[in-house]
């Protein structure tokens, strides 16, 4: 069941990025090709046999995870910064690349590392996993390590909310507005995924429908606005003229 | 509310006692799944109901008043008032009237409803809903609207920013405001004005009544409306644009 979402949501990531490709040489909007690769590559590195492979090729002491978080950060900052722009909240847009955006990720990459160079991390796992059940020292750096890999992310959805929920209720198409509120769909998850720790083992797999969704609302929420704007362009252009 | 099922099947078997339902959609151009999905929902839209009394030769007016809540538009209709009518001309014409009385520098004739100015298009028109309850509004009628049916005043707007209206609400509207039950029906083009038993003519009448203070005054709220919506719909389209710029 979880093996079907991560390969899924991987397969979703990886069409999307792949059916960018035109656009990309065509030199259309090359950061959105960028958000699509990095979030396929953040999902192949948080499914087990990837990531054991690029792990043990890494020295096996999951430098792999450490480098999954900051690409989570760069495709996640890049998504803010054109989703700012593109739906006009200016706003979003200065909290994200202003003093506060930059103090923010600062903070989360400092504790990101920080954390990782503290804890035991020799023994490739997916997820740290196997890192946490050492000793519960580690296991409290690993909560710890997620919680802080996870801030930034949900700083970003989080600033980019409020245009979102605009949007959804202003008279734009129907395919904008539905993509607004798959979007917030995903915002609601990563910050829902802030509550990793406090959700009981035994729901432990809430963790992975919660982390997997988030990814895939950001992704088809793109997705939609890509095919609204095919969609328009195909159509011949009706104009609401002065009747 | 739309008609119930039952009551509009033992209506179908009296005006068309022969008639099959493949008949009736084939003659009326009613989807069948449209008009079996209504059936089956036991609720039938008045639509329907015109669309079939037109293609049996009966008026719409007639048939929807021999249903329960639409029995009150049996009585002798209540002609429109001139205000109503006038709302029921299309802003164009409107403006096409103002330039028709403009002097002959200008492209008009100098003088009210020549016969040279083109006849005026049928309603409803694109903003006739709205315009119709301008015309009737006493600054008081949406909040009693809203009192006697039960409708969110919010909802009630949007459906005139829509320009649309139930048949139901158009009937309430025109209660409230104690004016014939017809203007509402013809303004979000239930009925057409014929159908109404509107004098051909009173909407061009009406019109030509109005002092050219009246009518300009009235032409300007028309433009300033038809300019905000335009702006809005401008800006949507730019928001849109930046959207697929960005994103896309």
């Not at chain 1, 065509?26 to 492979?53: C, K």
């Not at chain 2, 459906?159 to 158009?170: G, K």
Request: glycine share 8%.
């Amino acid at each position: 069941m979880i093996a079907t979402l991560q390969w899924g949501t991987l397969a979703v990531c990886g069409v999307v990025t792949l059916a960018r490709v035109p656009s990309l040489l065509r030199g259309e909007n090359r950061s959105l090709f960028a958000v699509f690769a990095l979030m396929t590559l953040a999902i192949l590195l948080s499914i087990d046999a990837p990531y054991l492979a690029v792990d043990q090729a890494l020295g096996g002491v999951n430098i792999a995870n450490l480098v999954l978080r900051f690409i989570i950060f760069a495709g996640i900052f890049f998504l803010g910064v054109r989703v700012a722009r593109g739906f006009s909240a200016d706003d979003a847009l200065r909290l994200i690349t202003g003093p506060v955006g930059i103090a923010v990720a600062a903070a989360a990459s400092a504790a990101v590392v920080l954390v990782f160079l503290t804890m035991d991390t020799a023994g490739s796992s997916a997820g740290l996993v196997a890192l946490s059940a050492k000793d519960d020292r580690n296991a409290a750096l690993v909560e710890y390590y997620g919680a802080a890999g996870r801030l930034y992310p949900a700083f970003i959805t989080v600033a980019l909310l409020p245009a979102m929920l605009r949007t959804l209720r202003s008279g734009l198409p129907v395919l904008v507005r539905s993509s607004a509120a798959v979007l917030a769909l995903g915002t609601v998850a990563i910050s829902l995924s802030l509550l990793s720790p406090v959700i009981p083992p035994s729901l432990g797999f809430l963790r992975f429908v919660v982390n997997y969704s988030a990814v895939l609302c950001l992704v088809l929420g793109l997705s939609l606005i890509w095919l609204a704007k095919t969609l328009a362009k195909r159509a011949t252009k009706k104009q609401a003229g002065m009747t | 509310m739309p008609l119930p099922a039952k009551a509009f099947q033992l209506w179908l078997h009296r005006v068309a006692p022969s008639a099959s339902t493949a008949d009736i959609c084939r003659i009326s151009g009613i989807k069948r799944t449209t008009l079996a999905q209504q059936l089956v929902r036991g609720k039938v839209a008045e639509t329907t109901l015109v669309s079939i009394s037109r293609a049996l030769d009966l008026s719409p007016l007639a048939e929807l008043a021999s249903f329960d809540h639409y029995a009150e538009l049996a009585a002798p209709p209540q002609p429109p008032t001139p205000a109503e009518l006038v709302s029921q001309v299309a802003t164009m014409d409107l403006l096409r009237a103002v330039i028709s009385r403009s002097s002959p520098a200008y492209g008009g004739y100098g003088d009210h409803g020549s016969s040279m100015t083109p006849a005026l298009g049928p309603a409803p028109h694109a903003t006739s809903v709205r315009n119709w309850v301008d015309a009737i509004d006493d600054g008081e009628l949406r909040h009693r609207v809203s009192a006697a049916t039960g409708v969110a005043p919010q909802n009630y707007s949007a459906q005139l920013t829509a320009n649309r209206l139930s048949p139901e609400l158009a009937v309430a509207t025109a209660r409230a405001a104690g004016v014939g039950f017809t203007g509402g029906l013809v303004a979000t083009g239930l009925i057409t004005e014929d159908e109404a038993s509107w004098t051909p003519g009173a909407k061009q009448a009406a019109l030509d009544a109005l002092s050219d203070g009246e009518l300009s005054a009235l032409a300007g709220e028309r433009l300033q409306a038809l300019g905000k919506t335009l702006r809005r719909h401008e800006q949507e389209q730019a928001q849109t644009e930046k959207i697929w710029e960005n994103l896309g």
